[in-house]
Structure formats: C-alpha cells, structure tokens
C-alpha cells in the first residue's frame, strides 16, 4: 500500500466514520440492501486493517444508530447476523494485531446471540494495546448523553456528587466514550452533510470529511485522501492564528478549551 502524501507524525488519533451509502449501492446495481451491507462489511475490514497499519490508535465505526432498530425486520436481521459473522471471524486477527475492541451504544437491546459473542471478544482482547476499534452499536449521541443525564441525577440524589464537581471532564468520562480521546477526524461516506446523531459532545473540534463515495466502496485510495486532507487542516481550537504559531502545544494540550 502506498502512502504517497501521509505525514506519519501528524496522524488523527482517533478517527471516527460514519459508514453511510450501502443501500444506495445496492440500488444502483439492482441488488438487494443486504448486498451492500456485505459488501460494507469488507469495507470495515479493510478500514481496520489500514488504520492498524499507518498507525491510528482509535477508530470507531457507527455500525448500527438506535434508530436502525425502525427498518425492516430482515434488514435487522442481516445486520446482526454480519455483525457476530464479523466478530468471531476477525478475533483471531485481533488478537494477533493487538487490537481492541469497545462497544458504544446500549447493547441491553442486541440479540443474546450477538451480545454474548461481542463482549466474549471485548474480553479476549481487553488487553490489547496498539489500536482500539470502537463499534457504535444501538448508539445515538442523545441516547448517550441522556443515560449520563440519569447517572448523574442518580448520584446528586445519593448525594455521592456535588454539583460543583461537575466539569466537562466529568461529563465525558461519564459517557460511553469515558476513556477514549474525542475524535479528530469524522468522516461520513455517500455525501449526507450531516451527524445523523452520532457522536455529539464528543466531536465538538473534530475536523469534518465528507466524501461522495459509498461506504463498501470506501477503501485505501478513499481512506488515504481523507487522512491527507485531514493533514492540510489548521486546527485552531477556538484560538487564532498568532496563538498557535506562539504555543501550537499549548493549544491542542488545551484541546479547545476556553481558560
Ligand atoms: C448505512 O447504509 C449503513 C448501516 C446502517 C450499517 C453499517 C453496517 C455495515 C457496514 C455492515 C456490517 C458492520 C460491521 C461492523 C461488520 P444505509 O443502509 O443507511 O445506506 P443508504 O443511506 O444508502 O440507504
């Protein structure tokens, strides 16, 4: 694979994709939806093994939103049955890359099936430590941010904490994210200009990509471009420019905050 372009010491930590497009794909070739699901699957495959190799260190994938629970039942089906087809295929591959794996979302709601096979392979690689791969799994940012709304109303009532005690700190290590650096980079596929309620707090100074390309044709040569183009941006973090060419430590250190 060539690398023509990528700057290896400036790579996103964390890069999170919105994988969009399989159905469109699927029309387009008069396939059924779930063809391009499969499809979509090798794209993942592909995007972990890319990333483990140029080195990001954190990679979340929106796989399934709280509101694909609304489409069809086949479509549901399909999708959890690629998603365990995925899990126990790859955790050998895993384990073998030192990758992994972290589940996001309220996953009460997956099939038992499913559950039980994800967090068998979030325990066999709970120690893996050169990449992590975080699935986005019956998640939605609101659906996140309002379970972290009820614990913290839980714990003032137990009176375990004060209301003083509540930074933005606190609120972030309370989410299903707590412990993973927000994302620098979000991509979505198929050109929708728009979160669809992914990660909300979360991506507060990532750095936007959208590409008109369908999620299962996403490959190297799509990945690559976004992780150029991510390369030619100017993060500010809310500062100007004279701040960064000062203390361009400084500021990412900051990572957007105000004081
Ligand atoms: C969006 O396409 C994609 C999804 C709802 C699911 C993503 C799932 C996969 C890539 C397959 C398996 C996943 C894993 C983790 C192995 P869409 O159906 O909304 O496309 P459309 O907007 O063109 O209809």
């Given at each position: 694979?060539?690398?023509?372009?990528?700057?290896?010491?400036?790579?996103?930590?964390?890069?999170?994709?919105?994988?969009?497009?399989?159905?469109r794909?699927?029309t387009?070739?008069?396939?059924?939806?779930?063809?391009?699901?499969?499809?979509?699957?090798?794209?993942v495959?592909?995007?972990?093994?890319?990333?483990?190799?140029?080195?990001?260190r954190y990679?979340?994938?929106?796989?399934?939103?709280t509101?694909n629970w609304?489409?069809?039942?086949?479509?549901v089906?399909?999708?959890?049955?690629?998603?365990?087809?995925?899990?126990?295929?790859?955790?050998?591959?895993?384990?073998?890359?030192?990758?992994?794996?972290?589940?996001?979302?309220?996953?009460?709601?997956?099939?038992?099936?499913?559950?039980?096979?994800?967090?068998?392979?979030?325990e066999?690689?709970?120690?893996?430590q050169?990449?992590?791969?975080?699935l986005?799994?019956?998640?939605?940012?609101?659906?996140?941010?309002?379970?972290?709304?009820?614990?913290?109303?839980?714990?003032?009532?137990?009176?375990?904490?004060?209301?003083?005690?509540?930074?933005e700190?606190?609120?972030?290590?309370?989410?299903?994210?707590?412990?993973?650096?927000?994302?620098?980079?979000?991509?979505?596929?198929?050109?929708?200009m728009?979160?669809?309620?992914?990660?909300?707090?979360?991506?507060a100074?990532?750095?936007?990509y959208?590409?008109?390309?369908?999620?299962?044709?996403?490959?190297e040569?799509?990945?690559l471009?976004?992780?150029v183009?991510?390369?030619?941006?100017?993060?500010?973090?809310?500062?100007?420019?004279e701040?960064?060419?000062?203390?361009?430590l400084?500021?990412?250190?900051?990572?957007g905050?105000?004081s």
């Amino acid at each position: 694979m060539e690398l023509d372009g990528l700057d290896k010491n400036r790579l996103p930590q964390h890069v999170a994709i919105i994988m969009d497009g399989n159905g469109r794909w699927s029309t387009q070739r008069r396939k059924h939806r779930i063809e391009g699901h499969r499809r979509g699957k090798t794209s993942v495959r592909v995007i972990v093994e890319m990333s483990r190799k140029i080195g990001i260190r954190y990679l979340s994938l929106y796989a399934f939103s709280t509101e694909n629970w609304f489409r069809p039942d086949d479509e549901v089906e399909a999708l959890m049955g690629l998603l365990e087809h995925y899990l126990v295929a790859e955790q050998a591959k895993m384990m073998r890359y030192g990758i992994r794996l972290l589940c996001v979302g309220d996953r009460s709601r997956l099939p038992v099936a499913v559950r039980r096979t994800l967090e068998g392979v979030i325990e066999t690689t709970a120690n893996n430590q050169r990449m992590t791969v975080v699935l986005a799994l019956s998640y939605s940012g609101r659906d996140d941010i309002t379970r972290m709304a009820r614990k913290l109303a839980q714990q003032v009532k137990a009176g375990q904490c004060q209301p003083e005690a509540i930074d933005e700190q606190w609120i972030s290590a309370q989410l299903d994210t707590g412990g993973i650096p927000d994302p620098d980079l979000l991509i979505r596929t198929s050109g929708e200009m728009r979160i669809s309620n992914f990660f909300l707090w979360q991506i507060a100074y990532s750095e936007l990509y959208v590409t008109p390309t369908l999620w299962p044709d996403f490959r190297e040569k799509e990945y690559l471009q976004a992780l150029v183009d991510f390369q030619q941006r100017r993060r500010r973090f809310g500062r100007t420019d004279e701040q960064i060419e000062q203390s361009p430590l400084a500021v990412v250190e900051a990572g957007g905050r105000k004081s």
